[in-house]
């Protein structure tokens, strides 16, 4: 089974404050190549993220918890993010998943609340709590776990150790770890090369280019040296001329603040958070 077509099923709000089905990005197709590829081998997903802002990885993740929950019976759900608003965002996209489901007639809701969903016939649901919750997930099995921005916990190392005891080892268990860089020598920083390791540049992403943020397109004259080092990379003056809009709006000026919210490199990403 692939996930691709239910997931082009489901709505989602849009920038633009429109709701639109979800057309998944380069980042989201790759994520969900991903997950296609352990399923369809029978491999539980272990997937960990380290992304540029944003590419939609939260959006996509939320999509295909929401599917495994709805597609397996018996599935309990986690997600947790760092903040209490961050984790009640993340839900409020579950609801308009199910909201706009196209088979929503096949299914009843059993409970709906501001932390929970679960559904009558396949006995699953999805739930959503904070990193502040030391306690989140260690009571029952958690079949799929989302978690948001882990590299911004408090405690990812006792969280973690705490989850992955209740997670079982099958083929239709998934996590998702997913977090912008905050820094080296931490837990986020050193479990990123795990199983399947996913790193999404700014610099591969079409929206951020002076064309599409339809900046004025000057001749970049001189280079400093990391834009030299990007030029090597590939990397076209379109994405230059918005990097350096970007560092002057979006960054303060602050070019190390620049590279760990829209990172090219993984090192870049770490060091300079760090």
Do not use: C
């Not at 001189?222 to 002057?248: C, K, P, T, Y």
Request: net charge neutral.
């Amino acid at each position: 089974m692939r996930f691709d077509p239910l997931v082009e099923r489901l709505q989602i709000r849009t920038k633009e404050q429109t709701i639109e089905h979800l057309k998944p990005n380069w980042a989201q197709v790759e994520l969900l190549d991903a997950v296609n590829r352990n399923y369809s081998k029978g491999r539980p997903n272990r997937i960990i993220v380290l992304k540029a802002r944003q590419l939609g990885i939260s959006t996509i993740s939320e999509a295909l918890m929401f599917l495994w929950v709805v597609l397996h019976h018996n599935t309990y759900g986690l997600v947790i993010a760092h903040e209490v608003d961050a984790s009640e965002y993340l839900l409020s996209m579950t609801k308009l998943y199910w909201d706009t489901f196209p088979f929503k007639n096949l299914y009843t809701t059993k409970y709906v609340s501001r932390k929970e969903l679960t559904w009558e016939e396949t006995g699953s649901g999805i739930r959503i709590a904070t990193a502040k919750n030391m306690r989140a997930g260690r009571s029952r099995t958690v079949n799929a776990l989302h978690a948001s921005e882990v590299g911004f916990w408090e405690h990812p190392d006792e969280m973690m150790l705490g989850l992955r005891q209740t997670i079982p080892n099958t083929p239709k268990s998934l996590i998702i770890l997913e977090s912008t860089a905050n820094g080296v020598g931490n837990w986020f920083y050193d479990t990123w090369n795990g199983d399947t390791p996913l790193f999404f540049p700014w610099w591969r992403h079409p929206e951020y280019t002076a064309t599409h943020a339809r900046l004025k397109r000057e001749p970049l004259l001189s280079l400093n040296e990391d834009e030299r080092v990007l030029q090597r990379m590939g990397i076209d003056d379109d994405h230059l001329i918005w990097r350096r809009w970007a560092i002057r709006n979006l960054a303060d000026q602050n070019v190390e603040r620049f590279m760990q919210e829209y990172p090219a490199t993984p090192e870049e990403a770490f060091i300079a958070s760090g």
